[in-house]
Structure formats: structure tokens, C-alpha cells
């Protein structure tokens, strides 16, 4: 094989690994986009929520909430709507608000036994509380558990929020 047969050959070789290593390595994550919220004069970090996928994920799974951390859900249109803890690990709060960003109604949500492995998806779901809106909500917003006693949040005030930017996000 003469010398250049073999860097040809060995420049092969080497451009093969890159490839290899390069469709081998873990996607990289898209950041989570976020809000920031003043709530009860403290300002807040929430991720966004603004489609099924985000929506019906939520933050279940999480071990842990940022004092400051939460997340922020976006509809499309302002229905009455409940939530729920599936596969949620803490105890979180939730504010739901109206299509204007009043608050509409408060939630102390309690974290749920886990679904048990021989319980039927179908059966664990039927057994978890819901925390309903009451009235008309198109955004809500989950925080550390302990928030609406701290910051003393009630039904009636305006949590100010780009409301068209963040309407036009809902999917």
C-alpha cells in the first residue's frame, strides 16, 4: 500500500470515528423557556408551559421546587379545569387564573402515594384528588409548597403578565 493509500485509509478511519462519536452522543436538551413573575412582591423564575406535551408533564417527577422556581401553564382559551398530582413527588401550590391574569382560586396540592406496580395506570389516575378552577382559568401557576401562606395569595388580585405575548405561545 503506498503512503498516500495509507493517510487516505487512515483519514477514513479517523473521519468514520468522528461520525460514529458525533450520532452516538445524547442529543442536546432545548432550554426550557422561562417567565419571569412577580407574585406577591417576590419575583419568581417559572418554566413555561405552553403546550400539551409541556402541560400534561408539568413538573411531576420533580424531587424539589426552587423557592423562587415553579411553573408557569399557558392555554389557549380560559375554561374551568382541574389539576391533579400524577407522578408528582412534592407537595406543590397552585394559583389558577383568568383569561386577565386574576386569580381565580388557590390550591394547597398534596403529593399522592406513587402508583403501585400492579395497579392499573387507569385505577391509580381514578384515585387521585383533582383541585378544579371553579370558574374560567387560562393560565396557572405551580410553586413550592408553603407559597400561599408566605406570600398570603388569595382569590381577587392581578398577577401582571404579557398576556397577549403569552397567548399567542399557546398551543
Known amino acids: ?40 412582591g417576590e419575583t419568581f423564575e417559572l418554566e413555561l408551559a405552553a403546550d400539551d406535551r409541556t402541560r400534561r408533564r408539568g413538573l411531576a417527577g420533580r424531587d424539589q421546587i426552587d423557592d423562587h422556581g415553579g411553573m408557569l401553564f399557558v392555554y389557549r382559551h380560559a375554561w374551568r379545569r ?50 378544579g378552577s371553579s370558574r374560567p382559568m387560562q393560565f396557572a401557576i405551580e410553586l413550592k409548597a408553603g407559597s400561599i401562606d408566605r406570600l398570603d395569595l388569595e382569590p381577587g388580585p392581578v398577577i401582571e403578565l404579557d398576556l397577549p405575548r403569552l397567548k399567542k405561545l399557546a398551543r
Open 1 to 40: 500500500m503506498s503512503r498516500n493509500a495509507r493517510h487516505a485509509a487512515l483519514l477514513l478511519i479517523a473521519i468514520g470515528g468522528l461520525v460514529a462519536a458525533a450520532g452516538s452522543s445524547k442529543p442536546q436538551e432545548k432550554p426550557v423557556p422561562k417567565e419571569k413573575v412577580v407574585i406577591g
Open 82 to 131: 382541574s389539576f391533579w398530582m400524577k407522578d408528582c413527588l412534592v407537595d406543590m401550590d397552585v394559583l389558577f387564573l383568568d383569561s386577565r391574569g386574576r386569580i381565580v382560586r388557590v390550591h394547597e396540592m398534596k403529593a399522592e402515594p406513587p402508583q403501585k406496580p400492579d395497579e392499573p395506570r387507569r385505577v391509580y389516575e381514578r384515585r387521585l384528588k383533582l383541585y
